[in-house]
């Protein structure tokens, strides 16, 4: 319409060249308003479904450890999912060294309580001074399934779902997961009690 | 379809003339379900649409009836599903209706849909009709799968899990996509709410694309198993009583297999695990989603990459989106295509041999078949249908339906229409 508009005006008045562009702006102007207003509108709508404020809140647990003997584990439910508090033995964190993070399938960490590009020698999958404790998210990095502990090829987890294979450090070694399971934020507040988030 | 075979509405009372003036509602009831033309030919495969708008009916029937007892709450879900079984009058036989419902649901749709695929049903002109028939599968599917978190049981909770984790493979924004759905950190009571309140929602935008999909139908009229364009007359029937009578056959002896699994096998279809309370902590040793949905999980298993497994098993339903322009041959029917009803079977079977692998354990040899016949897959869309297209020899085809029915001789108007009547698809090898 606009266009017919300019073309035809423009033809006999020169200053209706003026008066079409005017009317452009306008229509473009009207436009924008439209749909940013209409976005603005739709943002609500989308973000509701994000974790609401009662969900938020529940962000940090303290778990106490003192009973677990070494070679056992405990598993906690953080943000409605499984952590797994596992207090390693020697053995198991011996062969968790010896892989070279070349033969990893995820050379990264993992760790939120260290950088994110941190390579996931086995050091860096805890903290310094705690490093026979893994406390891990044990949620499978596939499609989520909780994976079976003391399982699988390297003695670590087994995720019976799609087949993944992790070692003793949670780190995937064979199957269709893309990532060391993930090592929640977390802090000793004293020998015994820990602060997951 | 042209339309002037069979006389059209004529209101016969003076109430009729005064409605049909201001609402002409009867006369497109009319028009569409009982004056209009269907080819005389169709076969049995072609009774599976009425088939499938009666159990969308009887889905949203029991759905709103079982809704009145329903609880989506993560603690109160699955009992009140035990409620609706064990408290609720006659909630057993209603609650299986709708289980089984949804089973007998996609059996129809594959036995339509490959209906489609044998008779070329996807070819010009009717790929709108055809595309909008992949979107109502795809919000059947969504349907279904939202529909079984419901009862809240161990596969319900583990199925939602894993395929909300799909969507995670996604690069960049993968993480927060999945936290949107959950409406958490988990799959947990906000993502139970919504779930429910989504289910109550899909079925009725099926029935509206279920209205684009017959009115983009009518306008295009139906295809039949030998591929020719109706042409005269004597190539159709009127809908009534023709086509509702052989509809409502086929319906009723569907109902009887419906209702020998409602009442006879009512959880064969199911799995024991669902019967468990959903446990955040403990995946069962063996998560397999509805058998509906089995080839499709094959595809995605069979992938050892994350994002390109996801990739490939959506790829494997879009592929349907554009298979109007993947297959090159102009020959409708798989009855004249002596190579593509060969490459038809041997579909038929893969896809129900990726079903079979989609249900056992992902290792081993069961993997290596699943590659295979996700390769095969493809290959039948992005190689064969290309290439046979170019290169297989038709066979020939009747002059017109009514030619294939009652044979050239009996044909009353004879051959000159036949000659110059050969329909625009058919025309080239
Ligand atoms: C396209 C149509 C539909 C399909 C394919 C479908 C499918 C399903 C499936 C597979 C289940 C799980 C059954 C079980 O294991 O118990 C289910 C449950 C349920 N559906 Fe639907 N549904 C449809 C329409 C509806 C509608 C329209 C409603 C109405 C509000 C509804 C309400 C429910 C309720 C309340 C449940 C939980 C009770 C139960 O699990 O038996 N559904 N649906
Ligand atoms: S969820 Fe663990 S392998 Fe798929």
């Known amino acids: 319409m606009t266009r017919t508009t300019t073309a035809d005006l423009g033809a006999d008045a020169p200053d209706a060249e003026t008066e079409a562009t005017r009317r452009d702006f306008l229509l473009i102007a009207t ?51 499984p952590v797994s508090i596992r207090y390693r033995s020697a053995a198991e964190m011996e062969e968790a060294r010896a892989t070279p993070v070349d033969d990893l399938a995820d050379p990264l960490a993992r760790n ?48 019976p779902c799609h087949g993944s294979h992790y070692d003793t450090a949670g780190r995937i070694r064979i199957g269709p997961a893309p990532e060391n399971m993930a090592i929640p934020p977390f802090e000793f507040l004293d020998e015994t009690l820990v602060r997951i988030g | 379809m042209q339309h002037d075979y069979f006389p059209r509405y004529e209101p016969k009372t003076a109430v009729g ?51 009145m007892h329903y609880v989506p709450h993560e603690d109160f879900a699955f009992d009140s599903i035990e409620h609706i079984m064990r408290n609720v009058n006659y909630g057993w036989l209603l609650r299986y209706i709708h289980s089984n419902g949804a089973s007998m649901f996609f059996l129809a749709v594959y036995i339509h849909i490959f209906r489609g ?25 969504a349907t279904a799968f939202m529909g079984y978190v419901l009862p809240w049981g161990q596969m319900s909770f583990w199925g939602a899990t894993v395929i909300t984790n799909l969507f995670s493979a996604i690069p960049l924004v993968g993480e927060s996509v999945v936290t949107w759905l959950w409406g958490g950190f988990a799959v947990g009571q906000p993502t139970l709410n919504r779930f429910y309140s989504l289910h109550y929602l899909l079925p ?23 591929g020719i364009e109706v042409k005269s007359k004597q190539d159709v029937v009127p809908f009534t009583p023709h086509a509702t009578i052989k509809d409502a056959f086929a319906m009723t002896l569907f109902l009887i297999l419906f209702a020998w699994f409602v009442f006879y096998l009512p959880n064969y279809l199911g799995h024991a695990d669902n019967y468990q309370k959903a446990d955040p902590l403990v995946t069962p040793a063996h998560i ?71 249900a056992k354990p992902a290792e081993g040899g069961y993997v290596v078949a699943a590659r295979i016949l996700t390769i095969y897959y493809f290959a039948h869309f992005f190689l064969i249908l290309p290439l046979l297209g170019l290169f297989e020899n038709p066979r020939p085809r009747p002059a017109s339906i009514a030619d294939s029915v009652l044979g050239p001789a009996d044909q009353p108007s004879g051959a000159p229409a036949a000659a110059g009547g050969v329909a625009a698809p058919e025309t080239r090898g």
């Open chain 2, 288 to 358: 397999v989603p509805e058998w509906y949905l089995l080839p499709f999980y094959a595809i995605l298993r069979a992938v050892p990459s994350k994002l390109f497994g996801v990739v490939l098993m959506f790829g494997s339903i879009a592929v349907l989106f554009i298979l109007p322009w993947l297959d090159t041959s102009r020959v409708r029917s798989a009855n004249y295509r002596p190579l593509y009803r060969q490459f038809f079977w041997i579909f038929v079977v893969v896809c129900i041999g990726l079903g079979y692998l989609g």
């Open chain 1, 112 to 159: 939120d309580n260290l950088d994110a590009t941190a390579p996931a020698n086995d050091e860096n999958r805890s903290v310094p001074g705690r490093e026979q404790w893994l406390i891990m998210l044990k949620v499978c990095t596939h499609l989520g399934c909780i994976p079976l502990d003391e399982a699988g090829e390297f003695g670590g987890w087994f995720c």
């Open chain 2, 17 to 67: 003339r005064w409605f049909d003036d201001r609402l002409p509602l009867t006369r497109l009831m009319y028009d569409s379900f009982v004056a209009y033309p269907v080819p005389r030919n169709l076969n049995y495969f072609y009774t599976f649409g009425g088939i499938l708008s009666i159990m969308l009916v009887v889905q949203i029937v029991t759905g709103v009836v079982l809704a």
């Open chain 2, 117 to 141: 695929l044998y008779f070329g049903s996807y070819k010009a002109p009717r790929e709108i009709l055809w595309i909008l028939g992949v979107v109502i599968f795809l919000l059947m599917m």
């Open chain 2, 204 to 226: 009725f935008m099926i029935a509206g694309v279920v209205a684009l999909h017959v009115w983009a139908l009518h306008v295009t009229g139906q295809t039949n198993p030998t």
């Open chain 1, 31 to 81: 436009g924008a308003f439209a749909a940013v207003g209409t976005a603005a509108a739709v943002w609500p709508f989308i973000h509701q479904m994000n974790p609401d404020a009662s969900a938020l809140a529940l962000s940090s647990i303290e778990v106490d450890i003192s009973s677990i003997e070494e070679g056992q584990a405990i598993t906690v439910m953080w943000q409605g999912k």
